[in-house]
């Protein structure tokens, strides 16, 4: 099984001036955990995620007025559709995250999460045992 077979194709897009409420809100919304953002003019392809979230708000920042990026993980590790689930699994460990931004090229084609793969792999497993 691959990163393509397990990741979610639908991906919230966002840029670096979204307030941490908006970023929170649209996240809440649609019950996923991060946020892929886009800077062309700047570091390029980001991820903000609910621990970067919980941070900034612990820390006492104003979530109505400041802005995401800067909170939010520029040093991406990325996947490859053709990774293994294996692949990203180890990279997920090895880097102490729960998603990795899937590229092909400079193209983003989704996230895939912890709990992407451990779904495919718990679903492959009963499958088997029944």
């Known amino acids: 099984?691959?990163?393509?077979?397990?990741?979610?194709?639908?991906?919230?897009?966002?840029?670096?001036?979204?307030?941490?409420?908006?970023?929170?809100?649209?996240?809440?919304?649609?019950?996923?955990?991060?946020?892929?953002?886009?800077d062309p003019d700047g570091?390029?392809?980001?991820?903000?995620?609910?621990?970067?979230?919980?941070?900034?708000?612990?820390?006492g920042l104003d979530p109505d007025t400041e802005r995401i990026g800067a909170h939010l993980t520029w040093d991406v590790v990325y996947a490859s559709p053709r990774w293994t689930l294996e692949e990203a699994a180890l990279a997920m460990a090895r880097g102490g995250f729960r998603h990795l931004v899937v590229?092909?090229?400079?193209?983003?084609?989704?996230?895939?999460?912890?709990?992407?793969v451990m779904r495919v792999w718990a679903r492959e497993r009963a499958l088997k045992t029944s």
């Open 1 to 38: 099984m691959h990163v393509r077979d397990a990741m979610s194709a639908l991906v919230l897009t966002l840029g670096p001036d979204h307030t941490l409420r908006q970023a929170a809100t649209m996240m809440a919304d649609r019950g996923i955990g991060s946020a892929v953002i886009l």
């Open 103 to 116: 590229l092909e090229g400079d193209e983003v084609l989704g996230v895939i999460s912890v709990r992407d």
């Open 43 to 59: 570091e390029g392809v980001g991820i903000m995620t609910e621990r970067d979230l919980l941070k900034a708000i612990g820390a």
